[in-house]
Every structure is written in structure tokens, then in C-alpha cells.
């Protein structure tokens, strides 16, 4: 009797079990053959960086691109393409083909105040499908390390004007410099020779200009190396390994009209490193591939390559960043004419 129970058993159970595996072999081999996976299957994928090799950006990139790769099934290729303060890379981006084959990581400030200003050259940020936030950042302003600088104080009592490098007129960094100097009464000249953050800080610590701005990881090493010092630091909270580094907000004195220059400065600095790709990319494709970076943004692998070379991830989905550019660019018109008036007054000078 036993016997025969295990036989009617073994006759109903196996042929489930076979149809269950036929079904997910199939589920498998559609989610493979998905319209969206076999487009991108062996394609190269052009990923454009806007500053020259060898600074914050270009290294992010380089260390992201694999693992985008690998969930993409495609070849990712890193472009250099600086000049005109991001703007010759961005606008490379946004003219591209939307196909999904070409992307970008962003200076999303210095395109949210080129907006502010009118000054795009033909992008229209609204337009932008964005992908996701890489990273959010503290930004600091820093003094070469054999200057007179040690403080905010040292730079407003100093009797001449205090060179800053920066990447372009209209760069974030211009753009940062330019504010802070606006709000704090520093007397500065901006340099703008320099096509990305490792010029900038080579002309600092050759001691061509005084000081420099940029991100906490493309500083660091130099501040330990006692090349630069911190400064002031922009972002929403103090750095925890820069306890004793204000923020600017934090700096007594302030004018009203100084610490909403300073608070729009902080703002940019979360949003800083965005990846994006050109408008009008098939809704379908756009979605595989935001889903894509994320899946690569927020692998533990890359999350520990990360922490090794102490670039932070930090990312957020395209409709956060949405939301980010939404808001600064429907902000207070009396600020946003602050702003432009700032920005006009050191980009003539």
C-alpha cells in the first residue's frame, strides 16, 4: 500500500515541480530578452565627464562605470570633455542622440544658477531626464598651505586681493567663490585659467593663487599633506572629520541678504554630482536605465570601493533631484535677483 502511494505521489508532484520550472525558465528568459536589456546588449555606452582627468569628478566616474556596465550588459566608455566651466561636456550630453547611449555625471549647481542667470546657451534644464544623485558633498574653501590664511578672519583683514583658481566663468566654483566673497566682504580675484580641479590645485600649491574651492574628497589629501587649509566649509551640516571648520552660515556678522547667499550655496552643495541623460529617451529604456544606475549606485561592492578611496555615494532617485531643481528655480525672486546681480558683478570684473 505504501508503495503504491509513493508512485501516485511521485506521478502528481513531478510534473507540478516540471511545470513550475518550465514557467520561471521562461519568466527568466523574458526578463532577459527584455526590448530594453537586448538594446543595450554589447552596445558601448559613452559616459562624458566635463572637467580633464585626474579630479573629483573624473574619479567618481571611473569608479562607477563597471558596475553600470555590468547591469546594462554594455561597454561604458569615460569621455573628458572640459571647458566653458562644464558647460562644452554638458552640452555635448544634452545635444546627444536620446538613445540611452549617452550620459553624464553633472555639475547640477553651476547648471541650476546658468539658469537663474539666462545664461544656457541652448539647454534647457527642465528638459534634463535625470538619472540619480552620485554623491552630496561638503564643499570647502581652502588656502595653500604657505599663505597667511588660516581663517576666514585672516582673508577679510588681508590688504590685498586673494587669487582664487577656478574651473570657468559661471562654474560652480566660480559661482561658489563669487557668492561667499559677495556675502563675507572679501576682496578676491577669481583666476579662471584652469580646466578642472587638479589645475586648480596645482596653481595653489605652486602658490600662482591663494586659495581654491571644491569637494571635501578632491582636498583631503592635500590638507593632510599641509599643501591647503580649510577654510570654511558649505553644505547642511559640518563635516564629521572637520569638526572645527565652520559652515558658512555659521560665520557671525551675516547680513540678512549674506546668509541667503550662504543658505543657496549649502542647497547646491547636496546636489552637486547628478548623473543625466538627454531629453527625450523612450519612457521604457529611460526606466531600465535609471533602474540600472541605482542597482549600481547602491551595490556593496562599489559602496566599499567607495569608502576605500573615500569618495562618498549618496544617491537619491531622479525624482528627488526633480524635485531639488523644481525648488531652486521657483525660489524667492528678491534672492534670485541677488544672485544674478552677485554672479554679473565677477563675471564682468
Not at 539647454?123 to 599663505?147: H, Q, Y
Not at 600649491?205 to 574628497?217: E, M, N, P, Q
Not at 558649505?234 to 572629520?241: C, E, G, I, N, Q
Request: glycine share 8%.
Amino acid at each position: 500500500m505504501k508503495r503504491i502511494l509513493i508512485s501516485l505521489l511521485i506521478l502528481i508532484v513531478l510534473p507540478a515541480y516540471g511545470m513550475a520550472a518550465q514557467a520561471a525558465g521562461k519568466a527568466t528568459s523574458k526578463t532577459a530578452t527584455s526590448p530594453e536589456a537586448a538594446f543595450f546588449k554589447g552596445k558601448v555606452l559613452v559616459l562624458i565627464v566635463p572637467y580633464s582627468p585626474g579630479g573629483g569628478y573624473d574619479a567618481y566616474a571611473r569608479m562607477i562605470a563597471p558596475f553600470v556596465e555590468k547591469n546594462l550588459g554594455c561597454t561604458v566608455v569615460v569621455q573628458n570633455a572640459p571647458g566653458g566651466g562644464t558647460l562644452v561636456g554638458t552640452l555635448q550630453m544634452y545635444r546627444a542622440k536620446p538613445d540611452g547611449l549617452t550620459m553624464s555625471i553633472v555639475q547640477l549647481s553651476a547648471l541650476i544658477t546658468r539658469t537663474l542667470l539666462g545664461d544656457t546657451l541652448g539647454f534647457d534644464l527642465n528638459k534634463f531626464s535625470w538619472l540619480a544623485r552620485v554623491a552630496s558633498e561638503n564643499r570647502l574653501i581652502v588656502a595653500g598651505g604657505k599663505t597667511p590664511y588660516k581663517t576666514i578672519e585672516d582673508m577679510k583683514k588681508s590688504p590685498r586681493q586673494i587669487k582664487f583658481s577656478a574651473a570657468g566663468v559661471l562654474s560652480s566654483d566660480f559661482n561658489h567663490i563669487a557668492l561667499c566673497a559677495e556675502a563675507i566682504g572679501l576682496n578676491v580675484k577669481l583666476i579662471t585659467a584652469y580646466e578642472g580641479s587638479s589645475e586648480q590645485d596645482l596653481a595653489v600649491i605652486r602658490g600662482d593663487v591663494d586659495a581654491t574651492l571644491g569637494s571635501y574628497t578632491s582636498k583631503l589629501k592635500f590638507v593632510k599633506t599641509g599643501d591647503m587649509v580649510p577654510i570654511i566649509q558649505f553644505a547642511s551640516a559640518r563635516h564629521k572629520d572637520m569638526p572645527n571648520i565652520p559652515l558658512g552660515t555659521e560665520l557671525p556678522g551675516l547680513s540678512a541678504n549674506g546668509k541667503a547667499l550662504l543658505s543657496f550655496v549649502n542647497r547646491q552643495a547636496a546636489f552637486d554630482r547628478v548623473f543625466a541623460v538627454p531629453p527625450g529617451i523612450p519612457p521604457a529604456r529611460l526606466k531600465f536605465l535609471r533602474d540600472a544606475v541605482v542597482r549600481a549606485l547602491q551595490n556593496p561592492e562599489l559602496m566599499a570601493i567607495a569608502e576605500k578611496q573615500r569618495r562618498p555615494l549618496d544617491p537619491v532617485a531622479a525624482s528627488v533631484v526633480e524635485e531639488a531643481v523644481k525648488s531652486d528655480l521657483q525660489m524667492d525672486p528678491k534672492i534670485k535677483d541677488l544672485i544674478k546681480k552677485t554672479l554679473y558683478k565677477y563675471k564682468d570684473a
